[in-house]
């Protein structure tokens, strides 16, 4: 993570000699600063980026495909859903693997974030059916985040028994790590809910321990928050062996701080 801002720290100082690049150069100058900006969070940048690259653009190049789905990535994430449906149609016509998969998943994501959950779930399943394997976990999340809106217990109980069926072997980049914390969030809360703490605990101590491989410390703080009010709010004290469990979790997320920061 480290290594990304700075070399989009790198990159802003560029770009105030961007003009002295030729088209072709400044067009994918452009579009790996939109990705550079969508992978350390800085999306409204990632989308700005983007445009400015598509409107130099001429040709159709993986590239241009991947900054694309970046800038609706970004969207998404900003919670501004209306342009993606506009631009998935542009999206769509361009011919790499890839572009197919996460179309459709797209459709489904913004489904589901606008509530018509009668249409995201059927559309969201069906992508599980279709997708690739590394790809799975994203689908999962988006199911449980809506199941556990409708306290779907049921449904819930049934994804996690074949999480084998899904959680990635190999997790080695910033978007599989936070894909692997935010579903061990979701697994963590339906076991609170359910009263299984002993369950919770070490699904949030996952969580947090995948978020702190990113240096993720917005999600860390949200989830040690999140975990402590489940115990508050059950009226259940936290004994010492759990507190040893949080704390050795606490100290696996300082390592990893303090050796990104070397």
Same mark, same amino acid.
Do not use: W
């Given at each position: 993570?480290? &290594?990304?801002?700075? %070399?989009?720290?790198?990159?802003?100082?560029?770009?105030? +000699?961007?003009?002295?690049? %030729?088209?072709?150069?400044?067009?994918?100058?452009?579009?790996?600063?939109?990705?550079?900006?969508?992978?350390?969070?800085?999306?409204?940048?990632?989308?700005?980026?983007? $445009?400015?690259?598509?409107? /130099?653009?001429?040709?159709?190049?993986?590239?241009?495909?991947?900054?694309?789905?970046?800038?609706?990535?970004?969207?998404?994430?900003?919670?501004?859903?209306?342009?993606?449906? %506009?631009?998935? @149609?542009? +999206?769509?016509?361009?011919?790499?693997?890839?572009?197919?998969?996460?179309?459709?998943?797209? &459709?489904?994501?913004?489904?589901?974030?606008?509530?018509?959950?009668?249409?995201?779930?059927?559309?969201?399943?069906?992508? =599980?059916?279709?997708?690739?394997? @590394?790809? &799975?976990?994203?689908?999962?999340?988006?199911?449980?985040?809506?199941?556990?809106?409708?306290?779907?217990?049921? %449904?819930?109980?049934? /994804?996690?028994?074949?999480?084998?069926?899904?959680? @990635?072997?190999?997790?080695?980049? @910033?978007?599989?790590?936070?894909?692997?914390?935010?579903?061990?969030?979701?697994?963590?809360?339906?076991?609170?809910?359910?009263?299984?703490?002993?369950?919770?605990?070490?699904?949030? /101590?996952?969580?947090?321990?995948?978020?702190? $491989?990113?240096?993720?410390?917005?999600?860390?703080?949200?989830?040690?928050?999140?975990?402590?009010? +489940?115990?508050? =709010?059950?009226? $259940?004290?936290?004994?010492?062996?759990?507190?040893? &469990?949080? $704390?050795?979790?606490?100290?696996?997320?300082?390592?990893?701080?303090?050796?990104?920061?070397?």
């Amino acid at each position: 993570m480290k &290594r990304l801002e700075e %070399s989009f720290r790198i990159g802003e100082e560029i770009i105030h +000699y961007a003009g002295f690049l %030729s088209r072709e150069e400044q067009i994918v100058f452009y579009f790996r600063m939109a990705l550079h900006a969508h992978n350390t969070k800085r999306y409204k940048q990632c989308i700005e980026f983007c $445009k400015a690259g598509l409107a /130099l653009e001429t040709a159709e190049t993986e590239l241009t495909a991947r900054a694309f789905l970046a800038m609706i990535n970004s969207y998404l994430l900003t919670g501004n859903y209306d342009p993606i449906e %506009s631009l998935l @149609p542009d +999206y769509e016509s361009f011919g790499y693997d890839f572009v197919e998969e996460s179309a459709k998943f797209t &459709r489904a994501i913004v489904k589901a974030k606008k509530g018509e959950y009668d249409q995201a779930i059927p559309m969201l399943k069906k992508c =599980l059916e279709e997708i690739s394997k @590394p790809a &799975r976990i994203h689908v999962i999340n988006e199911l449980l985040e809506i199941y556990l809106k409708m306290d779907d217990f049921t %449904s819930i109980t049934e /994804l996690i028994e074949a999480e084998d069926q899904f959680l @990635p072997f190999h997790v080695n980049t @910033p978007y599989k790590h936070a894909s692997l914390g935010e579903y061990y969030k979701y697994k963590g809360t339906y076991q609170f809910r359910a009263g299984k703490f002993d369950e919770g605990l070490t699904s949030y /101590l996952n969580s947090i321990r995948s978020y702190g $491989k990113i240096r993720a410390y917005e999600e860390i703080t949200a989830s040690m928050s999140d975990l402590l009010s +489940y115990f508050t =709010l059950h009226k $259940k004290g936290i004994d010492l062996k759990s507190i040893q &469990r949080i $704390k050795e979790v606490y100290d696996e997320v300082m390592i990893y701080k303090n050796n990104c920061e070397v």
